[in-house]
């Protein structure tokens, strides 16, 4: 007795093609080669003659079936029946085509069996003075890492001076990328090493984006009635700027142009802005005071 292929796809004789290819892509009995269920008329065959009607051929006196009436016997080329009924040599190729990008993650199946995973990124920092960044500089980093041995086995500790070419005007956060330059495994891709600039503390200046800040100290008595600023620049230059206006508190100053240099054109600069920090006098004589008095009397 023949086998029920229906039952094995869990399926009914009525089920449509659309059902079979999809009940056969998870079921996959190489039994069912025998079923090429893609031709109408062997399918008509198997319908009503079972199993046996596929491999012996249809019964003699059955022409009125509306059948073959000659023996058919198949083949077993398995490769035509999955190219006709499915598109393709693997009626599974579907299913490959939708995870194909899955495996190279690392999901494993054929491209991402046995790849090797990169190991999470080393920052570092790199503090940089104003004045360097300011003109661009170079700096050497050494770093120390494990490197594999000839032998593929093994490995030792051995140490690397980077080079890093500073630009004029990179801000604080800029990050400088090594690739690779991590610690070596046989079973993994070396780290890249990341250096993030950060501004060094500097005894005059500190910096707000292409601008720098300078902080003036000065007495009351010049903050009503006038004072001018020296400032010494990054760049070695003394520069003089006059202040006129009442200094009152949160009153600044700018002065155009002797700010950072900007990365993408180092020629021009941003501002350098003065702000003031004004000393009052701990204490006053009687008489002082009466001619403060009258000094700021309307």
Known sequence: MGQDYYSILCLTRSAS?????????????????YLNVNTARKRAVYDQFGE???????????????????GYTFHGNADKVFRDFFGGDNPFQEFYDRVDGDMHMGFGGLHGRGAKKQDPAIERELQLSLEEVYHGCTKKMKISRRVMNEDGHTSSIRD???TISVKKGWKP???????????QGPNNVPADIVFIVKDKTHPR???????????AKLPLVKALTG???????????????????????????????EGMPITKDPE????L?????????????????????KALTH
């Open 268 to 271: 021009q600069h941003g501002d």
């Open 273 to 293: 802005i003065i702000e003031f920090e004004i000393e009052f006098p701990n204490s006053l004589t009687p008489d002082r005071k009466e001619l403060l008095r």
């Open 205 to 215: 200046f500190r910096r707000e984006g292409i601008n720098l800040v300078y902080t």
């Open 160 to 162: 690397k001076i980077l």
């Open 17 to 33: 093609d659309a059902d079979i290819k999809k009940a056969y892509k998870f079921s996959y009995p190489s039994q069912l080669n």
């Open 173 to 183: 956060g800029t990050r400088i990328t090594f690739p690779q330059e991590g610690d």
């Open 227 to 257: 004072y001018t600023v020296e400032i010494h620049t990054l760049d070695e230059r003394v520069i003089h700027i006059p202040i006129t206006d009442i200094v009152e508190p949160g009153y600044k100053k700018m002065v155009p142009g």
């Open 52 to 70: 046996e009607g596929l491999k012996s051929g249809v019964p003699h006196g059955t022409a009125d079936s509306g059948a073959w009436t000659q």
